[in-house]
């Protein structure tokens, strides 16, 4: 839910919030992000570990990142967003700030007080922006729902028993209810 809905925030006001508060700003209005509970840091976590491990093992250039981690989708002053796991493939897009443009693989893991950014907002953000794959982990539901953007496919919805194929990493499936 946004803030404040009269005023256009900018990326100058996400470096001016105080250090102890995050937020997002998507089209100019800002979001706060709640504090994770455990069950979603240890989704996070896990995920994370599997990809590295993918990344390192075959040498690949990408890099990942989990949050809190700034990516810049537009080139504009209006969209800041940090996706819970951020899998960079073109490093180019890489600075001491964070990401410029889109990343190529997001992993959103879906909290009370996200689940309408997740599924409505940052589905069609992330998109447009050119993210390749976007995965929504929803823990209350038991399901992740997985969009394949540079396919230009519908979302396919696969409960937490099954393996997920990973579309940008072949090698990559994972099974939420083995990592949980």
Sequence with gaps: ??????????????????????????????????????????????????????????????EIYPAPFAVFLNNDDKTYVEPDISVICDVSKLDDRGCNGAPDFVIEVVSPSSRKMDYSLKVSLYSEAGVREYWIVDPAKKRTTVYHFENDTAPVIIPFSQDIPAGIFPDLHVNINDII
């Design 1 to 62: 839910m946004p803030l404040l809905d009269f005023d256009t925030f900018n990326i100058n006001d996400i470096f001016s919030l105080p250090e102890n508060r995050r937020a997002e700003l998507i089209n100019g209005q800002l979001y706060d992000l709640a504090p994770p509970n455990r069950i979603h840091q240890k989704i996070i976590s896990r995920l994370h570990q599997k990809i590295i491990n993918l990344i390192d093992s075959h040498n690949a250039s990408c």
